[in-house]
């Protein structure tokens, strides 16, 4: 069992930045966040594995990075140029070893006024 943490949501202006992070309670192959708005899926926002490949949403790219720091079992997630589209509940996953259960936070909300 991998228990995840999140921290950093809020509200902010668009134009503006939040940063969000999560730690993980052990090492863990990949990490990432999805988000969800109100009457939507859920979607990939950006991942990234232990050797730090990335991968981003189209809607992100530019605006948002991933990083993790392995020997503190946490990802964050900077995000620049926050849009009102960018509104959602953020969540962060992991796994253990690739292919393997996919572990879920509790989920940090973020809104962007306009």
């Known amino acids: 069992q991998v228990q995840l943490v999140e921290s950093g949501g809020g509200l902010v202006q668009a134009g503006g930045s939040l940063r969000l992070s999560c730690v993980a309670s052990?090492?863990?192959?990949?990490m990432g966040w999805y988000r969800q708005a109100p009457g939507k899926q859920r979607e990939l926002v950006a991942a990234?594995?232990?050797?730090?490949?990335?991968n981003y949403s189209d809607s992100v790219k530019g605006r948002f990075t991933i990083s993790r720091d392995n020997g503190k079992n946490t990802v964050s997630l900077q995000m620049n140029s926050l849009k009102p589209e960018d509104t959602a509940v953020y969540y962060c996953?992991?796994?253990?070893?690739?292919?393997?259960?996919?572990?879920w936070g509790q989920g940090t909300q973020v809104t962007v006024s306009s």
């Open positions: 052990v090492s863990v192959f990949s």
């Open positions: 996953n992991a796994r253990v070893v690739p292919g393997a259960t996919l572990y």
């Open positions: 990234i594995t232990r050797g730090a490949i990335t």
